[in-house]
């Protein structure tokens, strides 16, 4: 199969919408081809790695929802990010295209400058997610050679381990700021969860393997939000319940852009399980208890409290009292009673603070 860096293919069955959307991204420096419906798109990506698909949802014969299902089922292809253009902006139609792997929604009419700044994210974020797992693994690779090969003397380990250790702390910064780019909001729940969810592993005196694990995931659970609609992510009012589904997915599409790096812990697991809760109310798996992973639990609780602790783009601050009382009365139910009492401990010393 043919790659190409920023080429894109467009699917819709109106000869002129195509004509339009050639015309704009051609006049922007992109490379672009063509389809008419979803046969002539499935023979497309069978022969070129496209950077980026634009897909019409109204099409006859296989709609683009269908479409979309195809191509992410498909190991082939379902890592290519997809964009519906759509009359369809109702959140219904929203929410069925993101939760089939869609990664974004342009409606029509088409604003170019729209057009233009998502094709440009989602460029950006797809390079991204294609090279960050090839180069972490290469340099992890490079060092555990030269430590093998040279058989340092254990001065000499402890610097290559840091070096692998820095190696690892500059892909989470990575990583968030890619969040951040978007969501600042969620840049800084991530770092007041991230210390918070260190201090409870510290209580809890776990060995030092699933404290890094727990610092780690913390650090970019979230982000799985780069593929929420921004807006969603910075609506004022209340949000409806289908947009709260849209917003969940965040786990799982969390789990689907980090679970080819080579982390020495369960990362992805980690951030795919972070709002499982002990009953099984949780998502997106419903898994109970022991099914969860422990690094899930500390990270779940530390989420909650900082999340009801602080202010939301819907909602204001609830402050540390309502925290409080939500992982006390549901010690046992939703959080780990063993987590929850190291959580109190932190929480009532006077000097903490986010």
């Known amino acids: 199969m043919k790659t190409s860096s920023d080429y894109i293919l467009l699917v819709d069955d109106e000869i002129?919408?195509?004509?339009?959307?050639?015309?704009?991204?051609?006049?922007?420096?992109?490379r672009v081809s063509s389809a008419k419906n979803a046969d002539e798109a499935i023979k497309a990506v069978s022969k070129m790695n496209y950077s980026l698909i634009l897909l019409d949802i109204g099409?006859?014969?296989?709609?683009?929802?269908?479409?979309?299902?195809?191509?992410?089922?498909?190991?082939?292809?379902?890592?290519?990010?997809?964009?519906?253009?759509?009359?369809?902006k109702d959140s219904q139609s929203v929410a069925k295209g993101l939760n089939l792997g869609a990664s974004d929604y342009i409606g029509k009419p088409i604003n170019e400058i729209e057009l233009l700044a998502r094709v440009k994210t989602h460029i950006r974020l797809k390079d991204f997610q294609d090279n960050l797992g090839y180069l972490v693994k290469q340099k992890t690779n490079e060092l555990q050679k030269e430590i093998i090969q040279r058989?340092?003397?254990?001065?000499?380990?402890?610097?290559?381990?840091?070096?692998?250790?820095?190696?690892?702390?500059?892909?989470?910064?990575?990583?968030a700021s890619v969040v951040e780019i978007r969501d600042p909001f969620t840049a800084g729940h991530q770092q007041n969860v991230t210390k918070l969810a260190t201090l409870i592993a510290q209580e809890l005196d776990l060995e030092e393997n699933v404290s890094d694990a727990i610092r780690v995931a913390s650090t970019i659970h979230d982000i799985g939000k780069i593929r929420v609609p921004i807006e969603i992510l910075s609506k004022s009012c209340k949000l409806l319940d289908i947009e709260m589904d849209i917003i969940k997915?965040?786990?799982?599409?969390?789990?689907?852009?980090?679970?080819?790096?080579?982390?020495?812990?369960?990362?992805?697991?980690?951030v795919l399980q972070h709002h499982e809760r002990l009953n099984g109310s949780g998502y997106p798996k419903g898994l109970k208890s022991d099914e969860i992973l422990y690094e899930a639990k500390v990270l779940g609780v530390a989420d909650v409290i900082e999340a009801i602790t602080y202010h939301r783009p819907y909602r204001?601050?609830?402050?540390?009292?309502?925290?409080?009382?939500?992982?006390?009365?549901?010690?046992?139910?939703?959080?780990?009673?063993?987590?929850?009492?190291?959580a109190l401990k932190i929480i009532d010393r006077v000097d903490f603070k986010f």
């Open 316 to 342: 204001a601050g609830l402050g540390i009292n309502n925290a409080i009382e939500e992982i006390k009365n549901n010690k046992g139910i939703l959080y780990d009673p063993e987590i929850v009492e190291a």
């Open 249 to 270: 997915a965040h786990p799982v599409t969390g789990y689907e852009l980090i679970k080819n790096i080579d982390f020495p812990w369960p990362i992805a697991e980690i």
């Open 59 to 88: 099409m006859p014969g296989m709609d683009g929802f269908e479409l979309c299902s195809q191509l992410k089922s498909d190991p082939e292809t379902r890592d290519i990010p997809i964009i519906f253009i759509t009359g369809h």
């Open 151 to 175: 058989k340092k003397t254990e001065k000499d380990l402890e610097k290559s381990n840091l070096k692998l250790q820095k190696l690892i702390q500059d892909t989470l910064k990575l990583l």
């Open 16 to 30: 002129a919408n195509l004509r339009i959307l050639e015309s704009c991204l051609e006049d922007h420096g992109y």
